[in-house]
């Protein structure tokens, strides 16, 4: 057996265990593994606490989170670590993302953060960003993958669509008009950072 199909046997045995408690993010992790034959549990299936991402980087704040999971589970983790990166404000809010919109995960007060930071709304219209997606996979033996994705685009105000999940309504993909928020599930995933890091993870993997 090559490498690669001992790798997939052993995710198809002992499953695959999504260490995210982002459901947004756990929509689009599991339908990208639709199809394959695997047990697919989430860290909020499990009710696994979350880890304080202490570190200073997507992919030591990815690796951090599937290594918190992997100490309480037998099968495969994996952990995405992701966010949106801002140009004029030197990749603010970055890692940070998740925390600009408060521990009650209110997006439209980060919103108001970022056009504040960009200077008043004309000066954030179009201002250019990127999502970045870091994913680390950590199998049961104890082996790390790491695969990473961005997308590149711009920002709108005010907010556009109400599908997708986080920044989606503000973030326009270049190639588009529309923002993530007005995309249906398979158009996001047609231009997404996490899209691209799942790819890049699924060939490593050699799933396809
Ligand atoms: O496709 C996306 N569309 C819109 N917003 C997104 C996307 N991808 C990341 N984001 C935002 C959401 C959150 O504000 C931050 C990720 O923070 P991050 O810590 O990686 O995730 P999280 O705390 O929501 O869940 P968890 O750590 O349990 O995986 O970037
Ligand atoms: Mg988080």
Avoid at 36 to 45: E, F, G, P, T
Avoid at 113 to 141: H, N, Q, S, T, Y
Avoid at 149 to 159: A, N, Q
């Amino acid at each position: 057996m090559t490498e690669k199909k001992l790798v997939q046997a052993v995710l198809r045995e002992g499953g695959l265990l999504l260490a995210s408690h982002n459901k947004g993010k756990l929509r689009e992790l599991e339908a990208a593994f639709r199809g394959d034959d695997i047990d697919i549990l989430s860290a909020i299936d499990k009710a696994l606490p979350e880890p304080e991402e202490t570190e200073n980087t997507f992919s030591g704040n990815a690796r951090l989170k599937a290594l918190a999971a992997a100490g309480l589970t037998l099968g495969a983790v994996l952990a995405d670590d992701s966010g949106l990166a801002i140009d004029a404000l030197g990749g603010a809010p970055g890692i940070y993302s998740a925390r600009w919109a408060g521990p009650d995960r209110d997006y439209d007060m980060a919103f108001s953060r970022i056009m504040k930071e960009l200077g008043g709304d004309e000066a954030a219209m179009g201002a250019r960003a990127a999502f970045v997606c870091v994913l680390v996979l950590i199998l049961p033996g104890g082996e790390e993958l790491v695969a990473e994705g961005r997308v590149e685009g711009r920002l709108t105000f005010p907010p556009r669509g109400v599908a997708g999940f986080g920044y989606d309504p503000i973030f326009i993909p270049d190639g588009e008009e529309r923002t993530f928020g007005e995309m249906t599930p398979a158009e996001k995933a047609g231009y997404s950072h996490r899209a691209k890091a799942l790819a890049a993870l699924r060939a490593e993997l050699g799933l396809s």
